[in-house]
């Protein structure tokens, strides 16, 4: 299980918190430090006056620098070196410039797998005139992951900007020979351009094929920030059922994962990792990831009993054996959150 105070006491939560935002601090947020500065004559906080600061410290971490922008999804276009064109779809976040989450599906889907997940992050229902779907094409896998009303609260004020897309050959963007790395690469390059997000708050998920794209791009687009000077960082990547699917034959990666996720956690970033025992490469890659000890920060993998793979881990009903925690994996996804952006996100 994470544990959230040990690893960001309250200080260093209340610097990440104001700088996440990007810009100089508002003078809300500087008119409540000053509050919160108890003089000599005056007599310590209560427990309740205590209480009542919590909430306006909390939604000063959501300030938006700039307007919203509107709620409804957006479909995008994203290039990619080979010149095709990924089809995507952009969710605005509620505060501006925001974290954004690049969502990446598996095989046996496409983009419309995050159908649900991507509005639930995005937080924004109450401003929307009409439910907010995309078709799924008859024949795509069903599972928990399509069914909202399981998942797990999330903060009114907090919010992010999502980015989905179809990888080539899938949905709607047109087949390439092994392009999957690419086009991973090229949605997080994409994603750090958009209007409305904090292009160094980017982070990752994916399930299966993606779980590979989530951490690989990511690892790759620091690397770009890094060497090319392209501006953005991914600060933290979830892999749902990983395999290095992406090196050869059925692919163009000269790295594993593991040396992927091994670069990212020294660099600070957060990586993390579930997979099942008896699934494949998934569990076993897991497991690896566990022992590695000279990060940064240290990586957050869970291993579930069984074979459920990819999607089928984003279920209520199943919670890891390793380590032993009662939360599935949306809750473990939100925590995971926190971490990588140092923002409120769940509700105490």
Known sequence: MFQRKALFPVPAILVLLLSACGGAAPTEVAEIQ????????????????AATETPQIIASAWLSQFPALPAAPQEVSIPTVQGRSLAGI??????????????????GGDKTDWRAITPWLQNRADELSHKVGFARLIGQVEGPWLDPSWFPDILP???FGVLVFDYGGFGDSPLGEHTELDDSLAALEFASTLEGVNPDQIITMGASIGADGAVDACYLFNMAVAEDGVSGRCVGAMA??????????FGTADFTFSEAAAALLEDGNYVGCLGAIEDAEAGRICIDLGAFTSGTVPPTPFVYEGDNHGMFLI????????????????QIFLQFLEHATGLPIIPN
């Open 240 to 249: 749902l059922s990983p395999g290095n699917f992406f090196m050869a034959p």
């Open 90 to 107: 952009y969710y605005t976040a509620k505060v501006n410039p925001a974290p954004i989450v690049v969502l990446m599906h598996w095989a």
């Open 315 to 330: 279920d209520p009903a199943l919670t890891p054996f390793q380590p032993p925690v009662d939360e599935n994996a949306l």
């Open 34 to 49: 000053e509050e919160s500065t108890v003089a000599p004559e005056e007599p310590a906080a209560t427990e309740v006056e």
């Open 157 to 159: 004020e907090a919010s």
